[in-house]
């Protein structure tokens, strides 16, 4: 139960749903979310690459930059969604496309 | 610095101050501003009294000055002009200053009322400054600068009266004929130049006797040095200026074409002797002998009063040119110092009777007589006496009478030829053509005496009113007559017979440079030896033509009309001038014009018309394509066809910027997706 694997496939599943709700997600909170996942996919593997690569604690000390600067995305990102529906009156990303041509 | 350098650099740029001021204000000063050229020049005369003075007490013939600086420095190529000052340098600035002053003196009355009064003094600095610079360059290089500027003024001087047609071709003659002189000059001084490394006059010296430049080289430089005193001192063949020269005022002609301007050609070959080959030396002395003989024949026949001064100046220097090429180069100088004064008052004498003539016609309302024609004159002498016997005491000095200066310096030039023609006999040519220019020169002199103030007034309404001319005139004459007397030039000396006083002694003859050549001391023997011989045949070719003039033109016992009808064609070819003129005309400047027309048609129609315009039209062409190059080609495909392109991507793949957020993470994940699909093969 203890393997490299189990991680990993965990860590795929969690960036794959990321990446889904990324993808597939009109509102830009959930767009959000998605991202979330995809970064704590990336933390899960360098914690598990860590520990079994023998690496000591070089993994974690990533694993708490990643959350950190996942801190400050989040916070910059709300703020653009604040902003987006100041103006638009919606956080449908979809409806933020107004410098397309 | 030393007192003789301040004192030269006075002498030789007060003059030049006296033009500048004289050029750019002269007109608006009170009296036009006579008094600034002559306050000047008076200056120059009082400095280089001092420096003669100071000569005279030092007694040192060895004295010497000499300065100079970089004038233009290029590394390797450095060329330094300067002064040398010896006693040659202080007896000739004595000589410019002093005749200089005379005739600016003179120049008040003769030139009063010119309308260009003003502008002619400033020409006269002009002269006097550019023959001091000869006078004091220690260098070619700065001769030969002062050399053209000596040209130039003379240019402007002669050519002072320029409306009428004939000054302005002679002063035209005057510069380019000089001009002619000039290229060989400076193809001598290259070629010294070339070899030696240096122009100052001490370093061409030791070069060439350490033997740097040696043979034909050293005699075709030292021939083209002497092409140059050619030129200015007018020798033949280039001796077709001085007369037209005449043109000029007549107090220019006593400064530049007695005593200094033609006097420059002389001091150039002085300064050069010590560099001529035998073979070089010799042509000078045909040269030099020829000209003195040839002139003296062609004055004999000249009734303008002018010409026969003109070619007896011609005939004087052939004498001074005859002794450089014979060896005895001081009793050239000599010659020239003693010329100076008594052709420079011969000059002011003829101006004096010019001037008087002028003003009686002036007074007849007679404008179509020529106030220079001998034939209008006669009977002057009593009407004239300060400028009939100053004339006479100079005529004296140049017929070579005893007990005036000319004797002297002629005597000496005429026993250096002699001795000369007695070491080479076959050179014996050389000494008939000397005492024959003498006899004949005193015979024209004592014409020119006779037809202008002796005998009855060939135009007897006019005598009345031919007057003696004024103070300013006649001072010069009384103090240039004065020093016609052999006196001041023997002191301490009272020896009326023997050359030597206060100038032989400061004036040695060096020795010459060129090894093998004759040393000072062997000339000098020679010339001594032969003196009283020369002595007697002088004093005797003298008399014999002094006595021939007054047969004919004072006792009438030979009549000069018949005289030349029987010698019919030596009189035509004496009174043309040997046809100089016309042959130089038939033979060297029409061939020239039409060669220069030939010329000009190859360039006009064949190089213009075909050559310049065919190279025209090719360009124009050439032009032609690239522009349909640039403008089909570059133009249109190269720089159109990026913007083009650009603009065809840019439509292409905007079409890929849909706006949805969505879209371009699936761009990215798709890309990532190929990527690692691309690594894993």
Redesign the interface.
């Known amino acids: 139960m203890d393997q490299l694997n189990n991680y990993l496939f965990i860590a795929a599943a969690l960036f794959s749903i990321g ?1 889904f709700g ?3 997600r009109r509102n830009g909170i959930a ?1 959000l979310m998605g991202v979330e996942l995809i970064l704590n996919a990336a933390n899960i593997n360098f914690i598990a690459f860590s520990r079994f690569g023998g690496m000591n604690l070089d993994g974690h000390i990533f694993g708490l930059i990643v959350i950190v600067l996942a801190a400050a995305e989040a916070a910059v990102a709300l703020a653009i969604v604040i902003n987006i529906y100041n103006n638009m009156n919606t956080i449908n ?2 409806d ?6 | 610095m030393d007192m003789h350098i301040q004192y030269s650099l006075f002498i030789l740029f007060l003059p030049l101050l006296a033009f500048l001021i004289q050029i750019f204000f002269g007109k608006r000063l009170p009296r036009q501003g006579d008094w600034v050229s002559i306050s000047a020049i008076f200056t120059t005369l009082f400095f280089a009294l001092i420096m003669f003075i100071s000569m005279l007490t030092n007694y040192n013939p060895d004295f010497k000055q000499e300065a100079s600086f970089v004038w233009l420095d290029m590394g390797e190529f450095q060329i330094r002009l300067g002064f040398l000052i010896d006693n040659i340098t202080i007896i000739m600035l004595l000589i410019v200053a002093l005749i200089s002053t005379c005739t600016h003196i003179f120049s008040i009355k003769y030139l009063e009322d010119d309308i260009r009064y003003s502008r002619y003094f400033a020409y006269l600095g002009l002269f006097t400054f550019s023959m001091n610079g000869i006078v004091l360059a220690n260098n070619l290089m700065s001769m030969y600068m002062f050399w053209e500027l000596v040209g130039v003024s003379s240019y402007l001087l002669i050519g002072h009266w320029f409306e009428k047609k004939s000054a302005a071709n002679a002063s035209k003659k005057a510069f380019l004929t000089n001009r002619v002189g000039d290229i060989g000059f400076f193809i001598g001084i290259m070629l010294i130049y070339n070899a030696v490394g240096s122009f100052a006059f001490s370093d061409v010296f030791s070069g060439v006797s350490s033997g740097l430049i040696a043979g034909t080289t050293l005699t075709i430089a030292g021939l083209g040095l002497f092409m140059g005193a050619m030129g200015k001192s007018s020798q033949f063949p280039l001796h077709i200026w001085l007369p037209d020269a005449m043109e000029g005022p007549t107090p220019v002609s006593a400064l530049m074409h007695a005593a200094t301007m033609v006097a420059a050609g002389v001091y150039l070959s002085v300064r050069i002797f010590p560099i001529l080959t035998p073979d070089a030396l010799l042509l000078v002395a045909y040269v030099g002998g020829f000209t003195a003989f040839f002139a003296a024949s062609i004055a004999i026949t000249q009734s303008d009063i002018k010409k026969v001064l003109a070619y007896s100046t011609v005939s004087q220097l052939g004498y001074m040119i005859l002794a450089v090429g014979t060896g005895v180069y001081t009793a050239a100088f000599f010659h020239l110092l003693t010329h100076a004064m008594f052709k420079a008052n011969l000059f002011y004498g003829s101006g004096s009777v010019i001037h008087s003539m002028h003003h009686a016609l002036h007074k007849k309302h007679d404008h179509h007589t020529d106030p220079q024609d001998m034939n209008n004159m006669g009977g002057f002498k009593d009407k004239m006496p300060i400028t009939y016997w100053s004339m006479l005491l100079s005529t004296m000095a140049i017929a070579g009478v005893p007990i005036f200066s000319g004797f002297l310096s002629k005597d000496a030039i005429l026993a250096g030829t002699l001795s000369f023609a007695q070491h080479n006999p076959q050179h014996f040519l050389l000494a008939i053509f000397g005492f024959g220019a003498a006899a004949i020169t005193a015979f024209y002199m004592f014409r020119m005496m006779f037809l202008t103030f002796h005998g009855n007034p060939k135009i007897p309404d006019l005598i009345d009113d031919i007057h003696e001319s004024p103070k300013e005139m006649t001072g010069p004459l009384i103090l240039l007559g004065g020093l016609s007397f052999f006196i001041w030039y023997t002191l301490p000396n009272y020896n009326p017979f023997s050359t030597y006083g206060w100038f032989t002694d400061l004036v040695k003859p060096m020795n010459a440079v060129v090894p093998g050549n004759m040393t000072a001391e062997e000339i000098e023997a020679g010339a001594h030896h032969a003196h009283y011989l020369a002595m007697y045949v002088s004093i005797g070719v003298a008399a014999f033509g002094i006595f021939l003039s007054w047969l004919f033109y004072i006792k009438k016992g030979l009549s000069a009309e018949v005289w030349a009808k029987r010698w019919g064609f030596l009189y035509d070819w004496s009174i043309n001038k040997y046809y100089f003129d016309e042959n130089y005309d038939k033979y060297i400047y029409q061939p020239t014009l039409r060669l220069a027309e030939k010329i000009a048609w190859i360039d006009w129609e064949l190089y213009d018309k075909y050559f310049i315009n065919g190279f025209g039209r090719l360009i124009n062409w050439v032009s032609k394509i690239s522009g349909k190059i640039d403008y089909d080609f570059i133009d249109q495909i190269i720089v159109d066809g990026t913007g083009k392109a650009a603009s065809l991507f840019g439509r292409t793949f905007k079409k890929i910027q849909t706006g949805k957020l969505q879209n371009y993470v699936l761009y990215v994940t798709a890309g990532v997706i190929i990527l690692m699909v691309i690594q894993s093969f």
């Open positions: 990446l990324v993808m597939t767009v990303i979809d933020a496309s107004t410098m397309k041509e």
